[in-house]
């Protein structure tokens, strides 16, 4: 299964980014495969408004069925939401210990942003 | 002519110069109140409620049986207002600007317009003062279509005087839109003086001709006055810092009213920017309300 990580870095050791919509880049991880695509998201970081749902897009395109990240906001959620993309908040560690404890299913679903807009 | 009263400070005395300039016109004028965040011509008029006017904002629904997710929208909107996502293209009303690029540009001509109501414009009148206010309904961001509609009932001929909100931002520059002449109202303090650069920038690059007006003059020091030296920017008036203008302010009493000795040099003022509109030159002094030519 693709799934998409927000992160400091493109790299396995880069720690989670917790922002989602202005994270510094996007990781298309293969849990089979272990492959990692990067995606760089300087358009989302530097977007005067609606950076959450510009990277909702970008996931959902990418196709990625689920996302690891920090926080979410409200329009953000139902963006991905809507795409069917299963959103994972709260995420924390590096890049490559969110994937373990996706794959061990010690990773609890949102069901609700987490945060307002505009956080952070 | 259309004059604006503009400033990038806020709190500088743009209502204060705005409302005497209309009641010193001495014929019909048009005040246009584009401070649609917080409007307060009205307060210093007296001016009874008008009869309002809805503003709206078109933006698009999509219409999920024509559309074939094929993603344009979503490429066109410079505002993340469309997630175009795999299957379906998803609207966020709240970041619209109501451009019509998805509207337009769809292929599947699978998007209409619904109208979305942002703020009011209202018309009242009081003696020679036709005012004309917008209001942006509370909890709104995107000020500028209101803005635009207050600015759009003074066209045409007869004097027109913008109260314009503070800054140099989007709301500014819609204000400032087509007027002939702007008045940048300042104080001469260092936030007065470092935002008032900014507003000059902004009429600058705008191309309108303009002069300032230094309120509270005597509470800072004189690096306004220096700057606009520098610049070859004429000062067009300097109301003193005196707590009875103040006092007279807080009872929402506009100044030539409650002090009868400032109308002749706001009638002046009015004289001065008029020639500012038609030559873009200099008016050669400064002047107060006793001091005459400086």
């Known amino acids: 299964m693709k799934v998409a990580v927000t992160a400091e870095r493109p790299d396995w050791d880069a720690p989670v980014d917790p922002r989602f919509g202005r994270a510094m880049s996007f990781l298309i991880v293969d849990t089979e495969a272990r492959t990692l695509e990067a995606i760089d998201n300087s358009s989302g970081r530097d977007a005067a408004q609606g950076a959450g749902i510009q990277a909702a897009t970008t996931i959902s395109r990418s196709g990625a069925k689920a996302l690891l990240t920090g926080h979410c906001g409200p329009k953000a959620f139902s963006a991905l939401s809507a795409a069917g993309i299963t959103i994972y908040t709260g995420v924390t560690g590096t890049v490559a210990e969110a994937i373990d404890r996706l794959n061990r299913g010690d990773l609890a679903t949102a069901s609700t942003s987490d945060v307002d807009g505009h956080w952070a | 002519m259309i004059v604006a009263i503009a400033s990038g400070k806020g709190g500088t005395g743009k209502t204060t110069v705005a409302t005497s300039l209309a009641l010193a016109a001495g014929c019909q004028v048009r005040l246009l109140d584009c401070d649609v965040e917080e409007p307060n011509c009205h307060l210093f008029l007296d001016a009874p409620p008008g009869e309002e006017e809805i503003v709206c904002l078109p933006v698009p629904v999509v219409d999920p049986d024509r559309c074939t997710a094929c993603g344009v929208c979503g490429e066109v909107c410079q505002f993340n207002a469309i997630a175009a996502l795999p299957d379906c293209a998803l609207v966020f009303p709240t970041l619209c600007h109501g451009c019509g690029a998805c509207t337009r540009l769809c292929p599947e001509d699978a998007i209409h317009e619904s109208r979305r109501p942002l703020g009011t414009v209202s018309t009242a009148r009081v003696g020679t003062v036709e005012l004309i206010t917008g209001r942006l309904t509370i909890g709104e961001a995107l000020s500028p279509p209101v803005v635009r509609a207050v600015r759009g009932r003074g066209d045409g001929s007869g004097t027109v005087i913008v109260d314009a909100p503070p800054g140099t931002g989007c709301p500014v520059m819609a204000s400032l839109h087509g007027v002939d002449v702007a008045i940048l109202v300042t104080e001469p303090t260092p936030f007065g003086l470092h935002d008032l650069?900014?507003?000059?920038?902004?009429?600058?690059?705008?191309?309108?001709?303009?002069?300032?007006?230094?309120?509270?003059?005597?509470?800072?020091?004189?690096r306004v006055q220096e700057y606009c030296r520098t610049e070859h920017i004429p000062i067009l008036l300097e109301i003193p810092q005196e707590r009875r203008i103040a006092e007279a302010y807080a009872r929402g009493r506009p100044l030539i009213e409650a002090f009868p000795e400032w109308r002749e040099p706001f009638v002046e003022l009015l004289t001065n920017v008029a020639k500012l509109a038609r030559t873009g030159a200099r008016p050669p002094f400064a002047r107060t309300a006793t001091g005459g030519a400086q």
């Open chain 2, 197 to 222: 650069t900014l507003a000059v920038q902004a009429v600058r690059q705008l191309d309108i001709p303009f002069g300032v007006v230094i309120n509270r003059a005597g509470c800072g020091d004189d």
